[in-house]
């Protein structure tokens, strides 16, 4: 096993504070998300044009060679924990894992939910890894006001959105935490051991009135962060590699989840042998459609995209209610061009128009004033469109039985 640092971190025991107004559960930030801050905020790192340029190299002699992803190039993805030990590692023939997840809150995802699917997928496939999928379905029992019938439908409903991303059936496994709690449990109960109700308290925000699930519940969405969690899923290991060798986790997820994997950090080398700090990829958020000052959520339908909207909806909202950087008149805009940064119909095309040439063109138009928030408005809903379309239909071709294998605990191809 690589070295690790002799000592933890320690949390702070500290009151809950939220000066850059991002928490795991909601984001909210007058003028837009500080990216800047949640770096000092969080103790990342920003992933740099060096290690940018390692992670294209490591793909090319030891992954599958595929190109340098968009939303890395374009630092969408801009921010990590360890990603360069993991990079380290993969070169001398120690491969990895990763991990990420879905709260079904409800029965449709949104375009926000599908930034984080896309590129782990991406991921998986330059890498050739294998992939965990948390479904928290007892978080959403417990934070929000829904019934277990109603989770257990979302649930099922977001699996066959999940798995129209096209991941890998052989190297892919998504689990419900109702379901697999056995499996995760040991592993739970040794984080929740060396966890302080403090701790909880500054990190999470929970209350004194808040239900005592609240306060339990970070050490499941922290469990699957080592392999040990999975002992049927990744056994091939140990037939492969001998039963010493132990994969990292990495786990690309949104920069407002980091506080989870704080703590799991944390908490990984007092849980004893074979327990790695997880590396961590953060993303920037996708705002919603009425501002950046905050990312698109599902409470919020006339705010968001989703996956399950017509094109004539997708086009009513970003028409009418997307805001726009543009000025006030079109001869003011032609004279002073608009703002892409609090543009949202350029925000969502930075995200999902993959041709970096003409995001460029649109980008340069639009700041000179040659190009109006109509047009810009108008390529947003074709790319939008064509996201969506694509995900529906790759999306009605799932099963049940499909579903099924996804779920089901085994041997993963590694």
């Given at each position: 096993m690589p070295n690790e640092p002799a000592t933890a971190i320690q949390l702070e025991e500290t009151e809950h504070e939220n000066p850059s107004g991002?928490?795991?559960?909601?984001?909210?930030?007058?003028?837009?998300?500080?990216?800047?801050?949640?770096?000092?905020?969080?103790?990342?790192?920003?992933?740099?044009?060096?290690?940018?340029?390692?992670?294209?190299s490591v793909i090319k002699t030891k992954g599958t060679g595929k190109p340098l992803h968009p939303l890395l190039k374009r630092g969408i993805f801009y921010s990590h924990k360890d990603l360069d030990l993991l990079l380290n590692e993969f070169e001398q023939d120690r491969p990895f894992y990763l991990y990420t997840g879905r709260g079904p809150s409800s029965s449709s995802m949104h375009i926000g939910?599908?930034?984080?699917?896309?590129?782990?997928?991406?991921?998986?496939?330059?890498?050739?890894?294998?992939?965990?999928?948390?479904?928290?379905?007892?978080?959403?029992?417990?934070?929000?006001?829904?019934?277990?019938?109603?989770?257990?439908?979302?649930?099922?409903?977001?699996?066959?959105?999940?798995i129209a991303c096209g991941f890998d059936p052989k190297k892919t496994f998504i689990f419900s935490n109702f379901d697999y709690m056995g499996s995760l449990y040991l592993n739970v109960v040794k984080i929740q051991r060396l966890v302080t109700n403090n701790q909880v308290k500054a990190i999470f925000g929970v209350k004194p009135s808040d239900c005592i699930g609240k306060t339990a519940f970070p050490a499941i969405q922290a469990a699957p962060s080592f392999a040990s969690s999975f002992p049927v899923v990744l056994s091939q290991d140990a037939q492969q590699r001998g039963p010493s060798f132990v994969r990292r986790c990495l786990v690309p997820c949104g920069i407002d989840q980091d506080p989870f994997f704080r703590m799991t950090r944390d908490v990984a080398l007092r849980m004893g042998e074979g327990h790695l700090k997880p590396s961590l990829i953060h993303?920037?958020?996708?705002?919603?459609?009425?501002?950046?000052?905050?990312?698109?959520?599902?409470?919020?339908?006339?705010?968001?995209?989703?996956?399950?909207?017509?094109?004539?909806?997708?086009?009513?909202?970003?028409?009418?209610?997307?805001?726009?950087?543009?000025?006030?008149?079109?001869?003011?805009?032609?004279?002073?061009?608009?703002?892409?940064?609090?543009?949202?119909?350029?925000?969502?095309?930075?995200?999902?128009?993959?041709?970096?040439?003409?995001?460029?063109?649109?980008?340069?138009?639009?700041?000179?004033?040659?190009?109006?928030s109509g047009e810009m408005k108008k390529r947003c809903v074709e790319v939008l469109c064509q996201v969506v379309k694509k995900h529906q239909t790759a999306r009605a071709a799932i099963t049940e039985e499909t579903v099924k294998h996804f779920m089901t605990p085994r041997p993963l191809g590694l």
């Open positions: 991002v928490t795991h559960e909601s984001v909210y930030c007058e003028g837009g998300v500080d990216y800047d801050k949640l770096l000092t905020q969080f103790g990342c790192h920003r992933l740099d044009s060096d290690l940018l340029g390692r992670i294209e939910h599908l930034l984080p699917f896309m590129f782990t997928r991406y991921l998986q496939e330059a890498f050739d890894v294998p992939l965990v999928i948390q479904l928290t379905d007892d978080e959403k029992f417990l934070y929000k006001d829904l019934t277990l019938e109603e989770i257990k439908h979302n649930l099922y409903e977001n699996c066959k959105d999940i993303s920037r958020f996708i705002p919603g459609l009425q501002g950046i000052e905050t990312k698109m959520s599902s409470s919020d339908p006339l705010n968001a995209i989703f996956l399950t909207d017509e094109p004539q909806t997708i086009r009513k909202k970003i028409m009418s209610r997307a805001f726009s950087g543009g000025k006030d008149s079109k001869e003011e805009h032609r004279r002073l061009g608009g703002n892409t940064k609090v543009d949202i119909p350029f925000q969502f095309l930075s995200f999902f128009l993959e041709d970096e040439e003409e995001l460029t063109a649109l980008e340069e138009g639009y700041s000179s004033g040659s190009i109006l």
